[in-house]
């Protein structure tokens, strides 16, 4: 998995490498000439498919930033399936585009596909989640950090529990995001980071299971915790679509989304915050959707030959339920 530290001290050697692959393409043209001309670029992106509001609003600013940036862009919609998205870079390598993206759909399996654009020359840049490959596979990461937002709603649940007058022990469900995704992995271990120093004696997670990112699964999966945990205090959902879902399971038990179960959830699209505008949601950490623009710059520039920073972050708030009304007015996504 990607860190600071390591982006950083990879970053020159291999901006180089983008540099000459931009430039010395396999069938020997220049992808851009030294007269300042230079064909329309051709971007080849993955995206994991259309599972929540956020990747919807995520698909939405990638296809829009293209299109203001007057590049060609080969859009593919995998489906949450890793097959689709090897399948989709293999068809761009074999269209020699200029840049491929993608956000992968899981952390691992990618190192033969990644080669394979490796030894086409065609740089990569990895957009929204990270990988666990050889990190001179791909030229950047222009995404959130997950762990700093599980962190994020550890810290944040501790106000909504002060808020809530909560008292003693604390019975969490935790609903995770897609199995062996990294933003399901680093906001698991950000959470359970904060509990481990700060909460070692009245937190306690019950029970935790992946709904995939999707309303259906964290309405199944949180009617099931019902059954099993009647007496949990907090949900934390990894994204606010399976913090959507649940909060019918929690009303079909008979519950109070909100106050029966305080609710907190990642990512901040306009439905989850028109449930916490009802009370229904205690706070959202906020997760940017909005990547287009900044991968577009990285585009140019790889593509161009230039450096670029490893890890080029996006920047994100954190919203308790009070925020809401007036938030939700200037929400982008
Ligand atoms: C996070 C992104 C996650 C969102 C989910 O950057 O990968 O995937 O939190 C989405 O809503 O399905």
Known sequence: MLNRRNFLTAAVGVAATAGLAACAKEDGSSSNTSSGGSKTITLGFSQVGSESGWRTANTDSVKSAAKEAGYKLQFSDAQQKQENQISAIRSFIAQKVDVIAFSPVVVTGWDAVLKEAQSAKIPVVL????????????????????????????????????????????????????????PAIERAKGFKEVMDAEHKDDWEIVVSQT???TRAGGKQVMAAFLQSNPDIDV???????????AIQAIEAAGKKPGKDILIVTVDGVKDGFIAMSEGKINAIVECNPLLGPQLMEVVKTVHEGGKVERWIKTKESDFMQDQAKDALPTRKY
Not at 235 to 245: R, T, V
């Open 127 to 182: 957009t929204d989640r990270s990988v666990e490959s050889d990190e001179s596979l791909f030229v950047a990461l222009v995404g959130s950090d997950f762990t700093d937002e599980g962190r994020r709603a550890a810290k944040i649940l501790e106000k909504v529990l002060q808020k809530a007058g909560h008292k003693g022990k604390v019975k969490i469900a935790q609903l995770e995001g897609t199995t062996g995704a990294a």
């Open 235 to 245: 949900l934390f959902a990894h994204n606010d679509d399976m913090g959507l879902g």
């Open 211 to 213: 709904g995939d990112f």
